[in-house]
């Protein structure tokens, strides 16, 4: 009985090479080509829309607008920059944006610790979850909603009023105060979620070791929890303090006749129809940002947004 020999393989062709297969083979022996191209997009994108609008936002500052004809003239002047800089307007309410901002940062950090260190060192997993999705919901809701909410909350004839009459208190109604709680309520979930991160990462190892070594609750947390965790504290003040710096709608809303610097810069855009005023009022908490970046960085805070 003869056995037939099995047939020869076929040559297997080799792939063309097309100019999609020769790019493809490029990036895959050149990692740093590969990431250059993965973040030209966004880059770019971030280049037009962020440094073009603040470089242009700055030119505009030193032009003026025609007091006749209301057309803005690209002269180069400084007459915006003196006038917001010695201006007793200027400096009044950039003077209360700062302290409202302060404030609000001050409450939400206050807040935010013993959430974030009930979530991270105390609570179950199975609860962790839960509240992580608790502090999470009011970002679902619309920030016009929230607003309107405590401006019915903090009303003459709201709920608060309801509640604390009995007790011979009444509600703050609406003004600076109104102003500060509903921000502190608005921005209290982008402080929390850094805090929270930032503990994490704390071993419970080192808690342990201290209470090994004699600490008690305050100690333990002042020695070993805040160092610790301070660039993640750092990291939540940035979002409170510029979210706050720059808001212009929850004043309108709840702040009764009083003005931030963002109320400014929006009155000039509409009403006055003075750009350039308003690109050199736009100015002061992008400088006050920048330099609060600039304390910040050595801090390792940026590591945590």
């Given at each position: 009985?003869?056995t037939?020999?099995?047939?020869?393989?076929?040559a297997v062709?080799?792939?063309?090479?097309?100019?999609s297969?020769?790019?493809?083979?490029?990036?895959?022996t050149?990692?740093?080509a590969?990431?250059?191209l993965?973040?030209?997009?966004?880059?770019?994108w971030?280049?037009?829309?962020?440094?073009?609008?603040?470089?242009l936002l700055?030119?505009?500052?030193?032009?003026?607008v025609?007091s006749f004809?209301?057309?803005?003239?690209?002269?180069?002047?400084?007459?915006?920059?003196?006038?917001?800089?010695?201006?007793a307007?200027y400096?009044?309410?950039?003077l209360?944006?700062?302290g409202?901002?302060l404030l609000v940062?001050i409450?939400?950090?206050a807040?935010?610790?013993?959430i974030a260190?009930?979530?991270a060192?105390v609570?179950s997993?199975?609860m962790?979850?839960i509240l992580?999705?608790?502090?999470?919901?009011?970002?679902?809701?619309?920030y016009?909603?929230?607003?309107?909410a405590?401006r019915?909350?903090l009303?003459q004839e709201?709920i608060?009023?309801?509640?604390?009459?009995?007790?011979g208190m009444h509600?703050?109604?609406y003004?600076?105060?109104?102003t500060?709680?509903t921000?502190?309520y608005l921005?209290?979930?982008?402080?929390?979620?850094p805090?929270y991160?930032g503990?994490?990462?704390?071993p419970?190892?080192?808690?342990e070791?201290?209470?090994?070594?004699?600490g008690r609750?305050?100690?333990?947390?002042g020695?070993?929890?805040?160092p610790?965790?301070?660039?993640a504290?750092i990291?939540?003040?940035?979002?409170?303090?510029?979210l706050?710096?720059?808001d212009?709608?929850?004043?309108?809303?709840?702040g009764?006749?009083?003005?931030?610097?963002g109320?400014?810069?929006?009155?000039?855009?509409?009403?006055?129809?003075?750009?350039?005023?308003?690109?050199?009022?736009?100015?002061?908490?992008i400088?006050?940002?920048f330099?609060y970046l600039?304390l910040?960085?050595?801090?390792g805070?940026l590591?945590n947004l």
């Amino acid at each position: 009985m003869t056995t037939q020999a099995p047939p020869e393989p076929r040559a297997v062709p080799a792939p063309k090479a097309t100019a999609s297969r020769r790019l493809s083979s490029f990036l895959t022996t050149h990692p740093r080509a590969r990431l250059s191209l993965l973040l030209t997009a966004p880059l770019f994108w971030l280049g037009v829309v962020y440094i073009v609008a603040l470089v242009l936002l700055l030119v505009t500052a030193f032009w003026s607008v025609d007091s006749f004809t209301g057309e803005i003239r690209t002269d180069w002047t400084l007459d915006n920059i003196i006038t917001v800089v010695t201006g007793a307007l200027y400096q009044t309410v950039t003077l209360r944006t700062l302290g409202v901002a302060l404030l609000v940062t001050i409450i939400d950090v206050a807040l935010a610790l013993p959430i974030a260190f009930y979530m991270a060192k105390v609570a179950s997993p199975r609860m962790q979850r839960i509240l992580v999705i608790a502090v999470l919901m009011p970002l679902w809701a619309s920030y016009l909603v929230k607003a309107y909410a405590w401006r019915s909350v903090l009303s003459q004839e709201g709920i608060l009023e309801w509640v604390l009459a009995p007790f011979g208190m009444h509600t703050p109604g609406y003004g600076l105060p109104a102003t500060i709680i509903t921000l502190s309520y608005l921005w209290l979930p982008y402080v929390i979620l850094p805090i929270y991160a930032g503990l994490e990462r704390v071993p419970d190892s080192l808690l342990e070791a201290s209470a090994d070594l004699g600490g008690r609750t305050w100690r333990t947390i002042g020695s070993v929890v805040l160092p610790l965790t301070f660039p993640a504290i750092i990291a939540g003040t940035i979002f409170s303090f510029s979210l706050s710096l720059g808001d212009y709608i929850t004043v309108n809303i709840v702040g009764g006749a009083n003005q931030m610097l963002g109320n400014l810069v929006y009155t000039n855009v509409g009403a006055a129809n003075n750009l350039p005023l308003a690109a050199a009022i736009a100015l002061i908490p992008i400088v006050i940002i920048f330099g609060y970046l600039a304390l910040v960085r050595r801090t390792g805070a940026l590591n945590n947004l």
